[in-house]
């Protein structure tokens, strides 16, 4: 079982930034692709960003690259989502996510996922 944590989060002005953080417990943090996701009101929850095991690879929607950037420490046990130039449509609610080595889903889908944190509100004001 893995319990993950998320932190961060808050109001921000438009061009903003803000770094949510994940903590992770209870497996081997190394051994987990982790990712991003988030839900804004009367919306399903979408893919923001998914980074693997080494960190090596990460991938991202459309809408945020160039403004996003995952990142992790396997020493601390953290994702990081580090989010520049928000905008109003980024209000959300994040989730952090992880799953095991042996995944067979989408890495682009919330089914692909195992684990999730209770979420953190992010709120752009314009």
């Known amino acids: 079982q893995v319990q993950l944590v998320e932190s961060g989060g808050g109001l921000v002005q438009v061009g903003g930034s803000l770094r949510l953080s994940c903590a992770a417990s209870g497996r081997t943090f190394s051994s987990l692709r982790m990712g991003w996701f988030r839900q804004a009101p009367g919306k399903e929850r979408e893919f923001v960003t998914t980074?693997?095991?080494?960190?090596?690879?990460?991938y991202y929607v459309d809408s945020v690259k160039g403004r996003f950037t995952i990142s992790r420490d396997n020493a601390k046990n953290t994702v990081y989502l580090q989010m520049n130039s928000l905008k109003p449509e980024d209000t959300a609610v994040y989730y952090c996510?992880?799953?095991?080595?042996?995944?067979?889903?989408?890495?682009?889908?919330?089914?692909?996922?195992?684990?999730w944190g209770q979420g953190t509100q992010v709120t752009v004001s314009s």
């Open positions: 996510a992880a799953v095991g080595p042996d995944y067979s889903g989408s890495i682009y889908h919330p089914r692909g996922y195992d684990y």
């Open positions: 980074i693997n095991r080494s960190g090596g690879s990460t």
